[in-house]
Structure formats: C-alpha cells, structure tokens
C-alpha cells in the first residue's frame, strides 16, 4: 500500500522543474520533486492526484489550530512512544502527499505503522490525523477522507470552523465511523486511552480549561 518513495531519475533531477500549479494531476514523486525546489511556497498538497496550493492564514484558522496543537502536545508529553507533529509532510499513496495540520503517531518501536524516508518525510498511516477546515471543509471532508481511510488512519477528526463543529471519525474494517460523544458531550480517543476533548473548550480558546480536560 505504500510503495511510494520520494525518489527521482538523475536526467530528470537536473531539469529545471516546472513550479506546482492548482489542479494539476501529479503522482506523488513528482509532486515531491516540485515542492522540494519552491522553498517560497509554504503549503501544497497532492490529494487524490490533485495539486492544492495553501492560501494566507487568517486567526480564524490559526485560533482552533494552535489548540489542537495544545491539545496533541500536553497529551504525547505524558506518553511514551508517541510523536505529536504539527503541519507535517505525510506520504500516504502515489495519489496523496498531504501535510495535515497536526499528526499523534506511534513510534515504529511501539507498534506504529508509519516511517521516515530517506528524505525526512513521513510515511504510512499515522494512527490520528486532525484538519482545520476554516475554508477547505469539502475537501476535508471528501477527498481528503476518503484518502485517509483507504490508506488506514485509524482516527481522523476535523474542526468545521464556519459551524462550529467537530466531526471525529474511527476506522471500522475499512470504513470511517462517526464517534459519538459521550453524556457528558465528551469525545473520548479509541486508539489513545485517556485523550479526550470538549468542542465547547476548542471553540472557547482557554487553554487551561483544555489542559484541565486532560489532566482530569
């Protein structure tokens, strides 16, 4: 399933390569050898072959995001064999080289399915994924799961911004699941014991009362 290597031809390398353009179809090896060479442009994605390029950051993204980020760290720092990375690159398929906006990973030694390239990027199916969708939700929640799902995430959870919402999914065979919330209105991780969130505390932006939560 992941046969995909960031390699290049050596005649083709020594090409000047074409700058990454919005909506051109890519494998994933090209796709790298592009965004490698154009260190002005801080975010692209391959999703399902399709070349996205990233657009200005506005708070309204970075707010829900910077508590995610929070929110990941404070967890994978009471852990052992865990990895929180924000905005990495992942390779997932020779359709999908995406940089989500925040990955929680097993270590390869603790049983984790994902890996580093010789280039330094990461591949395979990290066990959680998280997006942001301030201005990208149906992608987020199309392609986009539809790419993770196959390639086996185990939990994807993404934030609707313009509605306030949070949606969390958990693989079952080969399909995503919608996680219901508990009484409380509290989602709790399947895969990592103990990692739970509010969306009333992602929404508020209090950082402690999201420290709390998982102190609790």
Request: aromatic share 8%; glycine share 8%; proline share 7%.
């Amino acid at each position: 399933m992941l046969a995909v290597e960031p390699q290049v031809n050596e005649a083709r390398d020594s090409a000047p390569p074409l700058p990454l353009e919005n909506g051109e179809r890519l494998h994933s090896r090209e796709f790298l050898r592009r965004y490698e060479r154009m260190p002005q442009v801080k975010k692209a994605e391959l999703i399902e072959g399709v070349v996205y390029m990233g657009s200005p950051v506005s708070v309204r993204h970075a707010k829900p995001d910077g508590m995610f980020q929070l929110w990941l760290g404070a967890y994978a720092s009471r852990q052992t064999g865990l990895e929180w990375l924000p905005n990495a690159t992942l390779v997932l398929d020779a359709d999908n080289t995406v940089q989500p906006d925040a990955i929680l990973r097993r270590l390869p030694e603790h049983g984790g399915a994902t890996r580093l390239t010789p280039e330094g990027y990461l591949a395979g199916p990290p066990e959680l994924v998280v997006e942001v969708a301030a201005s990208s939700a149906s992608i987020d929640l199309r392609d986009k799961l539809r790419a993770y799902c196959r390639n086996g995430v185990q939990e994807y959870v993404v934030w609707r911004v313009s509605e306030q919402q949070l949606d969390w999914f958990y693989l079952e065979g080969d399909e995503y699941r919608r996680l219901a919330p508990d009484e409380h209105g509290v989602f709790h991780s399947r895969v990592f014991p103990g990692l739970r969130l509010v969306p009333e505390v992602l929404i508020s932006g209090d950082a402690g009362r999201l420290r709390a939560l998982l102190e609790a």
